[in-house]
């Protein structure tokens, strides 16, 4: 995914280098329920994706491998169109998006290991 071009229109990225990679989201509501209550889908986040997560205001810094920080972007994409589409979000879907993200950023090998997992 070219993270430039996240397909929310809620995301705007601000600034990316070799160190960390930072990113607006516009809604003060929708922040509100993909970081969760006492931030607790921020932090699984941060597990899955092995990263550190910087919340100030609405922008949001992330620190770790760059594939990684990538998928952060990824994942509050995806979390966003859900919450739009469904005005909900659940600990569930974090993981079930980024299994997702990683099925699909990965080669065919990988590919075949997730068609195993998800039977």
Do not use: P
Request: charged share 25%.
């Amino acid at each position: 995914m070219n993270i430039s071009k996240v397909s929310s229109s809620q995301i705007e990225i601000i600034e990316k280098n070799n160190d960390y990679l930072s990113f607006y989201i516009k809604n003060n509501l929708v922040l509100s329920k993909i970081i969760g209550e006492f931030d607790s889908n921020l932090k699984e986040i941060e597990n899955i994706t092995n990263t550190k997560i910087n919340l100030r205001g609405n922008l949001m810094i992330v620190r770790g491998d760059l594939n990684n920080r990538q998928s952060v972007v990824q994942i509050m994409d995806n979390l966003i169109a859900k919450f739009v589409n469904t005005n909900s979000i659940e600990k569930e879907d974090i993981k079930t998006i980024f299994d997702t993200i990683s099925c699909s950023n990965y080669g065919q090998s990988y590919r075949k290991i997730c068609k195993h997992k998800q039977h």
